[in-house]
């Protein structure tokens, strides 16, 4: 049989190809032991400082929504505030896999995936393809509401846009005044109200969103 020059240049640039362009399989990247992963949280405490284990652990409605969340009795009040604003401003929750709460599973992606050990923490896993600004600033201003109590895990190492986290201690002053407010009704005028849309763009909002921003994100 006689093979054509035409038929010898096809068959070379195939075989050319398929060595420039390996199969998924052999192209697939390798974790190398020094790339970053899963680890193993032992301490007694969530990073934030809360204890760690199920005790007194709690399962609640997002007011408004068919979703439910498990948590600590005092990170409640405020994390549930966050869930709710982001459920009726966000994005919809439309079950419970749409916000996880306290785990058992001691196994982290980075030190703040602790804080769910302890029940003081929610991953709301929609925000996970990013969020148009006007959802940011909505984010930014339910931040504010919050005042510096909860940190967003956008502003951590590595960025966790659906993460959200009590930011203090157990016991904080600032944590049991913004607790009562929301469960009990605000002290102030300008405090935040259970249920009660506000309008982010509002300039002395936007003020103090900025100005808490500012704060929380790391230093570059």
């Given at each position: 049989m006689t093979i054509d020059r035409r038929t010898l240049l096809v068959a070379a640039g195939t075989t050319a190809a398929l060595t420039a362009f390996p199969s998924p399989a052999t192209a697939?990247?390798?974790?190398?032991?020094?790339a970053p992963g899963p680890r193993r949280w032992d301490a007694d405490r969530s990073d934030n400082g809360w204890p760690i284990g199920p005790e007194g652990i709690t399962e609640y409605t997002v007011e408004g929504s068919p979703a439910t969340v498990r948590l600590h009795p005092e990170a409640s009040a405020v994390l549930l505030h966050v869930a709710r604003r982001w459920h009726y401003e966000v994005l919809p929750l439309r079950g419970t896999a749409d916000i996880l709460g306290y785990t058992a599973e001691r196994a982290v992606p980075a030190a703040y995936g602790s804080n769910r050990l302890s029940g003081t923490a929610i991953v709301l896993p929609g925000a996970g393809d990013g969020l148009w600004p006007r959802q940011t600033a909505v984010v930014r201003d339910i931040l504010a509401d919050c005042e510096g109590v909860v940190r967003w895990g956008a502003d951590l190492a590595p960025a966790a846009p659906g993460h959200f986290q009590i930011d203090v201690k157990?016991?904080?002053?600032?944590?049991?005044?913004l607790t009562t407010a929301l469960r009990e009704g605000p002290a102030r005028a300008d405090a935040p109200r259970t249920g009660a849309p506000e309008d982010p763009a509002a300039p002395e909002r936007r003020k103090q969103a900025g100005q808490l921003a500012r704060a929380q994100r790391p230093a570059r």
């Amino acid at each position: 049989m006689t093979i054509d020059r035409r038929t010898l240049l096809v068959a070379a640039g195939t075989t050319a190809a398929l060595t420039a362009f390996p199969s998924p399989a052999t192209a697939a990247p390798r974790r190398t032991p020094d790339a970053p992963g899963p680890r193993r949280w032992d301490a007694d405490r969530s990073d934030n400082g809360w204890p760690i284990g199920p005790e007194g652990i709690t399962e609640y409605t997002v007011e408004g929504s068919p979703a439910t969340v498990r948590l600590h009795p005092e990170a409640s009040a405020v994390l549930l505030h966050v869930a709710r604003r982001w459920h009726y401003e966000v994005l919809p929750l439309r079950g419970t896999a749409d916000i996880l709460g306290y785990t058992a599973e001691r196994a982290v992606p980075a030190a703040y995936g602790s804080n769910r050990l302890s029940g003081t923490a929610i991953v709301l896993p929609g925000a996970g393809d990013g969020l148009w600004p006007r959802q940011t600033a909505v984010v930014r201003d339910i931040l504010a509401d919050c005042e510096g109590v909860v940190r967003w895990g956008a502003d951590l190492a590595p960025a966790a846009p659906g993460h959200f986290q009590i930011d203090v201690k157990p016991g904080t002053r600032t944590l049991a005044r913004l607790t009562t407010a929301l469960r009990e009704g605000p002290a102030r005028a300008d405090a935040p109200r259970t249920g009660a849309p506000e309008d982010p763009a509002a300039p002395e909002r936007r003020k103090q969103a900025g100005q808490l921003a500012r704060a929380q994100r790391p230093a570059r």
